[in-house]
């Protein structure tokens, strides 16, 4: 019975120090007034993504960790094989995405990355941008810079993708006529269908979204958002959405990756 009852003790402990793991300072959700998503919440939704054991999300992470270490490709090579252990090659990794990439000449996300690195790296066909695959792999990436917080840079060649995202960000579009700035810079508090808005902060991706069931990237709320305001959405990984990553990215700068989120 002791023996029991000391395994549940240490049980216990365990799960104490995972949910204390997953919730942050409080303080670190807002910098000079830059406000993560996570303050718009319900309380009710706070908890669920600060209790790592009710957090939807980990379900993705911990598929992501298989992933990371599971043989791919006409190399049989693993992402492990080369990086190695996550939660030491990956640190502070997801909080420089987007960045600009001089071999590809390009900007690229942490997604595009991936896919990059299986083709070249490990003889791996790409994940399908959105797939399950994908989603998971890199929210166990990102889940590796979890507190840390988002500094992009958006100097040098990343100068011309910035200048593009903050214009998609303030122009109006679709049968709406709106811009993205509208609900998330004028009617940051308001309520829209029972939900509050946000500033749209995107530190928490890939983040679960309740509504959906499921974790989601950056591109898709993306699309969503495009969709709802009655726009021709454009497709995942395209420059214009990596453009709008940036300076989003930029936009909340200073605040901590929480992926796993859990939005409304």
């Not at 049989?76 to 960045?99: D, F, I, W």
């Not at 508090?189 to 979204?209: A, E, T």
């Amino acid at each position: 019975m002791r023996a029991r009852l000391l395994a549940l003790a240490l049980a216990l402990g365990l799960a104490a120090e995972c949910v204390q793991a997953q919730a942050l300072e409080p303080s670190l959700y807002e910098v000079d007034g830059r406000m993560s998503g996570y303050l718009f919440l319900a309380e009710t939704t706070r908890i669920l993504q600060d209790d790592t054991f009710q957090n939807p999300g980990t379900f993705e992470v911990e598929r992501g960790a298989q992933l990371w270490a599971d043989p791919a490709g006409a190399d049989g090579k693993s992402c492990q094989s080369c990086h190695g252990a996550a939660e030491n090659s990956m640190k502070g990794v997801a909080t420089r995405y987007p960045l600009y990439d001089e071999h590809a000449d390009m900007l690229v996300n942490l997604e595009l990355r991936v896919n990059s690195e299986r083709e070249l790296r490990m003889g791996a066909e790409p994940y399908a941008y959105e797939s399950e695959e994908l989603v998971a792999l890199t929210a166990f990436i990102s889940s590796q810079s979890h507190g840390m917080p988002m500094e992009v840079d958006v100097d040098g060649p990343a100068a011309t993708y910035f200048e593009q995202g903050r214009e998609f960000y303030f122009k109006r579009r679709g049968q709406l006529d709106l811009a993205c700035s509208h609900c998330h810079d004028e009617l940051v508090g308001w309520k829209l269908r029972g939900d509050v808005i946000s500033q749209g902060q995107i530190n928490g991706f890939p983040m679960y979204r309740l509504q959906w069931k499921k974790l989601a990237s950056r591109h898709r709320v993306f699309e969503w958002c495009n969709t709802s305001l009655r726009a021709e959405p454009y497709p995942y990984g395209s420059e214009e959405y990596l453009a709008l990553e940036l300076y989003v990215a930029w936009r909340g700068r200073g605040l901590p990756i929480e992926t796993p989120a859990v939005r409304r």
